[in-house]
């Protein structure tokens, strides 16, 4: 088994127990399961109908998306309230390009000042390390680019977004949304911003 680990946090991401779909050459999209956790009940089914879920969950049981549990994903905002850390694209660009400063919260906000990380920096410059030459850094940096034109920007508001176990802000913020069908949850992960580890 590849365990895949995040190459500026080191936190475990995602391993190749799941199907990662290449997209681009630049992310992995990975569809996800809903499943119970509860007291004495763990289902890894199919996932069921909205009326299906809601009547199979028994006092004590919770439903999670099959990725974040296994992982110990942290989502970034307040999970009650529904409310994302990254409420504007500006937000979310801030922490993939630049070290802007906090992002600025009303005081009665549940949600914690958060401090960008140039995430994509901290990639390209672990690339380099690595031993990566110019040609793969300028494919990961265009690829990266256009996937976020394409197909996050025009979809922002449909995505919740974690970070690892160790909850370090500076790592990959992994992405979560749903397919067409609106049932089917999947991850987007970022490919060159990954390690992998053989058990």
Do not use: H
Not at 16 to 33: F, G, N, P, Q, S
Not at 68 to 81: H, M, P, T
Not at 101 to 111: D, E, N, T
Not at 145 to 157: E, L, S
Request: glycine share 8%; with cysteine; charged share 30%.
């Amino acid at each position: 088994m590849i365990i895949y680990k995040d190459i500026v946090s080191g936190d475990e991401i995602i391993s190749d127990t799941w199907e990662l779909k290449d997209v681009d050459d630049v992310v992995y999209e990975i569809d996800c399961k809903k499943v119970t956790r509860g007291v004495d009940n763990v289902d890894i089914g199919a996932n069921p109908s909205a009326e299906e879920q809601e009547e199979a969950l028994e006092e004590g049981a919770k439903q999670v998306i099959d990725i974040v549990d296994a992982f110990r994903l942290n989502f970034l905002g307040d999970e009650a309230s529904g409310t994302r850390l990254f409420g504007t694209k500006k937000d979310y660009m801030g922490q993939l390009k630049s070290q802007c400063g906090p992002i600025s919260r009303k005081q009665s906000s549940p949600l914690t000042t958060y401090v960008p990380s140039a995430y994509m920096k901290k990639v390209v410059e672990k690339l380099k390390e690595s031993g990566a030459d110019e040609d793969a850094v300028k494919k990961f940096q265009t690829g990266a680019q256009n996937y976020y034109t394409k197909k996050i920007a025009p979809n922002f508001k449909d995505f919740d977004f974690y970070v690892g176990e160790s909850m370090d802000t500076d790592g990959m913020v992994v992405l979560l949304n749903y397919r067409e069908d609106g049932v089917t949850p999947y991850v987007t992960i970022w490919k060159y911003g990954l390690t992998e580890m053989k058990v």
